[in-house]
């Protein structure tokens, strides 16, 4: 793994962008955001200890999201193909991982359908009697 350092404001990776490894946060913070959407939003802040595109880990997608420093930070760039060869001598690893993976998907399925409702079921509202 490679240490990476980031000034306030610096981006570790735009949304778009095929990712090719991931991170972790050793000091800093670092925001979340989706920036190409039709409504821009902060969806997280990352503090130190997270494992931020961790995906890239397994695959290579376009990141979903801009990673941006919101003060100077340090990170561990851990590249795909090392994370591997890692899982493949420590298998206890690569079941802890799946855990990991497995919550992050069980939430983001979570929030899809919470969307789904909200978009495709209004709310109910009571019908008003006008006189």
């Given at each position: 793994?490679?240490?990476?350092?980031?000034?306030?404001?610096?981006?570790?990776?735009?949304?778009?962008?095929?990712?090719?490894?991931?991170?972790?946060?050793?000091?800093?913070?670092?925001?979340?955001?989706?920036?190409?959407?039709?409504?821009?939003?902060?969806?997280c802040e990352v503090l130190p200890g997270a494992l931020v595109g961790e995906s890239a880990l397994l695959i290579a997608l376009p990141r979903p999201a801009t990673a941006r420093a919101l003060e100077a930070s340090t990170l561990l760039r851990i590249p795909r193909a090392t994370f591997l060869r890692v899982l493949e001598g420590f298998p206890e690893a690569a079941v802890q991982l799946r855990a990991l993976f497995a919550g992050r998907l069980e939430a983001t399925l979570g929030a899809l359908d919470t969307l789904r409702r909200e978009k495709l079921e209004p709310p109910f509202r009571p019908p008003v009697r006008r006189r």
């Amino acid at each position: 793994a490679d240490q990476l350092r980031l000034a306030a404001g610096d981006i570790l990776f735009q949304e778009g962008d095929l990712a090719d490894a991931g991170y972790v946060l050793t000091s800093g913070r670092l925001e979340m955001a989706e920036e190409k959407a039709a409504r821009p939003r902060v969806l997280c802040e990352v503090l130190p200890g997270a494992l931020v595109g961790e995906s890239a880990l397994l695959i290579a997608l376009p990141r979903p999201a801009t990673a941006r420093a919101l003060e100077a930070s340090t990170l561990l760039r851990i590249p795909r193909a090392t994370f591997l060869r890692v899982l493949e001598g420590f298998p206890e690893a690569a079941v802890q991982l799946r855990a990991l993976f497995a919550g992050r998907l069980e939430a983001t399925l979570g929030a899809l359908d919470t969307l789904r409702r909200e978009k495709l079921e209004p709310p109910f509202r009571p019908p008003v009697r006008r006189r």
